[in-house]
């Protein structure tokens, strides 16, 4: 007699779908939801990312953090009447992108061009640098827009960063 197996658990409705969320582990996913909780006024499980983006430049994260202050402005400008922890999450998860798909990579680029300049030159990468706590020396940051990227004009643009970026992964 062959066995049935069991349908997987449901999500939550206000709640992510992990299996579209790769980047984050359910621990990551309860930390976001606790900060997410402290913009929810209501107790109705959505926020309006006016606050946020207030409280944010407050502590000067627009300075600090541009990709970070910048994914959360695009978040504004997609849901004007709030959003949802779902949304908000799964949101972010695809604004990431992924490094296996050009589509993903292009957002990935997207989310880096705070500017929306169309490339990434040195100053930017000095910053993306700087977000997570690292500091690169002009000279290495010349080589590797030159070198690796093969952008001997100093500006990165999408097809450059997918090509270096598939290089990398494969």
Do not use: W
Not at 59 to 65: G, Q, S
Not at 105 to 114: A, I, Q
Request: hydrophobic share 35%; proline share 5%.
């Amino acid at each position: 007699m062959a066995r049935r197996q069991a349908p997987a658990p449901k999500t939550p409705k206000n709640e992510p779908d992990l299996s579209k969320c790769p980047d984050f582990s359910a621990q990551d996913v309860a930390e976001i939801k606790e900060a997410f909780d402290i913009f929810d006024h209501t107790g109705k499980g959505t926020i309006n990312l006016f606050d946020m983006i207030g409280y944010l430049e407050s502590l000067k994260v627009n300075e600090k953090y541009p990709t970070v202050y910048t994914l959360i402005e695009r978040l504004q400008n997609q849901f004007p009447k709030g959003i949802s922890f779902k949304e908000f999450v799964e949101y972010i998860q695809y604004s990431l992108g992924d490094g296996e798909t050009g589509e993903g990579l292009t957002r990935m680029f997207e989310l880096l061009d705070v500017e929306d300049k169309k490339y990434l030159d040195k100053a930017r990468f000095h910053s993306i640098a700087r977000e997570i706590g690292e500091h690169i020396p002009d000279e290495e940051l010349e080589e590797i827009i030159t070198d690796y990227y093969e952008c001997p004009n100093g500006k990165v643009d999408v097809d450059a960063f997918y090509k270096f970026m598939i290089k990398s992964t494969f």
